[in-house]
């Protein structure tokens, strides 16, 4: 039994609320746990330098806590003036992420913002913004299909992550800030709706792991994502290859 | 009547949510219609450089808007590298507000960090920001006073802000974005409890205006700010000189 | 009286210099007591992104001061390598300031730069730099105007602007660096040669203060931006809409 | 059979040159095939902020490419004034990595700074800079240990790192530049001596891959971090837990 | 004949302008032709970490110009974010300059900041820099001689700079704006009042010299240093080793 | 004798290595004793904006050293943001060298980017920075030429640079970094193939020197340059005004 009551392999409750902003082509407010974002789809036009003239498009996200997301506040990278090695690691993985759930060359010269952006941190931060960022694309997606703009909807698969780790010796699902704060081995992955691998992470600052507990430890996650992709479902339907918004404003997982 | 169905003299629906963080020391989230803002207090020992060794506390506040808070999307700050000039105007004059609030000189050597994080922009975001700026510093001076760290709840008075604008021909109280695009005159009040003015910033960029004209939209904002005061009172209680939280977790105007 | 001498409604001594420096298009070095402003205007084909191809002009306002312009050493913002919150209030408000003078739907989609740098502070930078400035732009305006650039000298009318105060219970105008360090109440006011405002920012840093204080400092700004304006107009001469420079190299209020 | 003319799972010709620089009290030239990385470990008293009084050491990693590492010319980040985010992460995975080979608790409240610039980019520079640094940072280890600063080496493993990945259908050991663009699966493998893992990064951007994939991408990685450590132990004698230097210049795998 | 009339061998007209600036301690307004700048220097305690516990002083310069100092305007320093190369290169030269004419061993722990502002730019700012802040320099040597902070005035000498260079076939002193854009050798020597050198930068930008032509405009520069020490010994009277203020407030080179 | 057994007019041993890197159109490394820099040409299409459509092309250099090329380590200017005042020193000197070099009225309206990293410094890195780079910039010229990019190779002469300095009482040829931290006067020529000067930097930091000391320290300068153009020479072969390369690797003056 974990602090928080949660067996090794539950997650947090879970919690995605659609359409969290008013101006924004997609967004949602997703919760695990305490940790809550709010990720917003902004869709411009336009592609950055290395992509022009291709006819496709591109995605890019960004990511950022408000200072007092945590326990104690943070400097503001503003105020820095210089964006931290932290964030630039966890906004490509996102990006990355994003880009593998969308078939680019289907969607014109156009570039989609993801941007992420953390209320509250209690661990898991990346893993909720990326099963967030995944509705929130995917609605503006359809938005793009519904105006006409786009003649399909590209969207490839459903794109989810969780966080897992070695906790004592235990293996423990989606960990929330104290138990990520003293995880010998700490691992993200994002999967997709089918199963596939997106990407891996995993690592022992200071200390090191076998390949038998990273898979025990893959196993878990695997579970995880597979609920968390179960809730990104439960927002869309998918009729003759395109995607539609289903008429939900919310959705749980407890 | 205004196209949002209001009379000149109205203000639009606000709404106070307290304790919407989780980790701040007081925490809101402030909506004055479409505009919503998130109100963050952190107290940090210690103080700057300016007021070391002088016993008397400071308060600083920080503002920014998400990138997508708007109608179109944004460049972060941080991504710029440097914090705007319309940013530094008005994080100043929140910090301003925050000070005509509280004793500083009964703090001790104490920061309050005001943090105000535009999620939503739709007019008025300085003075939503200073209106729900108010209860989170009280929160957090409550929160020191029964933790006993502070012997008194050294607030002066309630401080709140709104905006007031010629648009046409008429004074109209609390601008959303589109009657301030149109503005000819635009002007902030802030004020206290009592009816003291904290500060007037009058600008008619590109026009000009009369003392006629400037006491008519004085007149409008006082009356803004006493129903705006009234609704921070119901979150209070004042019983010989201290302040207590009453059991309100949010409050509305309608 | 005040410790300079000056009587509560009495400006110091003003002194504008005209064509202070040889290649700009309109310079001045401007005097308020102690408080020495060069203002430089300089004109640029072309205007910034958001006006272009509107057939418009734009005004952009930039302030600073010398390392050693006060009474200790400043560090300059080229080392910090950011403009700080101060200077960004400053010269958003004499921009503003010199908008209301022109009509700047007649000048073509050109830039008029205005540079204030301060070679000497006390007190009173800001209300200086605008009413400088404003010399130093019509100056600029009259000479595209004899160079056949321009068809007319499309200005609107005088700006000038002065700062007034609280000290102990007396209002003051024109405060220098002591009387503003100790001022409960600090206002600055920007009015035209007719006696319409451009812009009031009144505020009382942890002080507060009533309508009637207000209604009493705002008349004694307007005396002393009338005759701030009387000065201005020795430099000019306007016949049928047109102005002219009368052949004056400088010109004081004493 | 690849273009270079490897066997699949056939590392490039690897080479360590030792002492490569004067001063630092570590420092080597790696080489894998071409690409070629100078690896400098120096030593500072004290650790940052964060760990002082708590008597133990850090270790901070560092990378960069020279300009014209690679087949264009890349503008500096010292230039361009912020360090972007790929050198973010791969500086912080090469910290991991050297934090994960140290027992810093037994160095005293030290710094050792390893620095991984890399003078030619034909991939795999990351996983170069890894497996170079590492000896780099033993001989420094050795060097306090020799001048009697520290009384042994706590140095808990050898730890070397390789890339591995999916080209076409096949799954190639040490990719090549040329190799890694056409990647649809890229992954870094970091593991110690008795072959641990320290870190796992698989990543697909726009493509995934299943478990089955995974492993045998990982069974390839182990197989080339095993001679990668070999090449590593070739330059160290370890007798009684202590390291010491054996008098070997440069070692090579061909 | 040069175009402004000069001979080969003249300087432009010289003016410096005593105590300039109320506050520092120490000012000048330097005249070269056109060329003016403001010369101030500040003592503060307290040397630069190298230094710190040495028991000696440093001399720091900092050199700008104003936006609208020559004929176009320049973007700000502050504005760009960073310093430039030419900014680097000359203040870097002023301060060499000024630690030649200071004996910093006697000075204490202190810091004199020396702040050369360009107002006007026609060729030779930096030469007429180093001549002004000399004047200004020992005015605040002086001055804290005078306040008991010294007990003696430790100038070891006067220090002056000029500009020489070949224009077409002519070799010219003092070179102006235009002289400087078209001259094909350019060379700025600083030397003593004593005759002796402190620097010599002569370059040929796409251009080469002989040792012949570099003797030659060495001589000349020479010559024109030793009329500018001249002018700067008028302002001062050196008795018994101790340099005193003459009663002078302004001297002239015609 | 010197320290390291020199004779006072006595180069350090000096290397070129040809071909250092395998992507930039030159390279070398350079050794200057125990200094050892990477000089890489890279070629671009384009011209910077001041020269754009004039037909001709352009030389910039920038210069770097690895954080541990000395005995302490620096911190790297990307993270510090900014570039420092000596880099832009001799950056600038560099470009101005190489920039004498070439006719750049014969290249085309392309930039050669000149690249100095140096690896590791024991005084002299500027000298022979600029040494190097001849010989790599014109390894690129004669590649374009090769490749029938440019129809003559425009080298205009050999540039190479040394050091000099007075030590003591003694006149010193090309010092190293101990002997330039004690030198009184310290100087750098930059000198062509037949002799001509290109630059002259002398200064003497806090001491003075006679036109005497500079003869004698400029006659040793040229020695060397004589030598080092005869090391640069052994790689060329000039036929009918056009460059060639001569199958040669790496030259040595011992």
Not at 145 to 159: A, W
């Amino acid at each position: 039994m974990r602090k928080d009551g949660r067996k090794p392999n539950e997650l947090r409750p879970i919690k995605i609320e659609r359409d969290y902003l008013k101006y924004a082509e997609g967004s949602v407010l997703v919760e695990f746990g305490n940790t809550k974002v709010i990720c917003a789809v902004s869709v411009q036009d336009g592609v950055p330098p290395f992509l022009k003239g291709k006819g496709q498009g591109w995605i890019t996200a960004e990511y950022s806590m408000l200072p007092r997301a945590g326990q104690t506040r943070n400097i503001r990278e503003s105020v820095a003036g210089r964006i931290g090695g932290r964030t630039h690691e966890i906004q490509r993985m996102i990006g990355r992420a994003m880009r593998t759930a969308l078939d680019l060359t289907k969607v014109g010269e156009r570039t989609f913002w993801v941007d992420c952006d953390v209320l509250q941190a209690d661990g898991g931060t990346r893993t909720a913004s990326i099963t967030g960022a995944f509705v929130a694309l995917a609605d503006a997606v359809i938005k793009l299909y519904n105006e006409g703009i786009l003649n399909s909807t590209p969207i490839k698969d459903f794109v989810a992550a969780v966080s897992v780790g070695i906790v004592g010796d235990e293996v423990l699902l989606d960990l929330n800030f104290e138990e990520d704060s003293s995880a010998k081995v700490d691992m993200n992955v994002v999967a997709t709706g089918q199963g596939m691998i997106s990407e891996i992470q995993a690592m022992g600052e200071e200390n090191t792991f076998t390949k038998e507990q990273f898979d025990k430890m893959f196993a878990l996650a695997m579970g995880g994502i597979k609920q968390l992709v179960e809730l990104q479902r439960s927002f869309f339907e998918i009729k003759g290859g395109i995607w539609f918004r289903k008429d939900i404003k919310q959705a749980r997982l407890e």
